[in-house]
């Protein structure tokens, strides 16, 4: 992921335009009853999965190069 955020950040800059990533989080991270369901399909009922460290991951590498993003979560999960 960090090589792909590097290429997308070098060929905009490339082309002369400012990037900005915009981070959209799935239906599963925002429906409760979604990733219970989710979850209990697979067998794993007591199992704690991290449905948000994809974007955590994400901004880790956004960060670390001092790209711009915003992530809609926040705003989505209320």
Excluded: H, N
């Excluded at 991290?50 to 974007?55: G, K, M």
């Amino acid at each position: 992921m960090s090589d792909l955020v590097g290429q997308m950040a070098a060929s905009t800059a490339a082309a002369g335009a400012r990037v900005l990533f915009v981070l959209a989080p799935s239906e599963i991270q925002l429906d409760q009853d979604l990733r219970e369901s989710v979850v209990r399909c697979r067998g794993k009922r007591d199992a704690r999965y991290d449905f948000l460290q994809p974007q955590r991951l994400l901004v880790e590498q956004l960060e670390k190069r001092g790209l711009p993003y915003l992530d809609l979560w926040p705003a989505f999960s209320r």
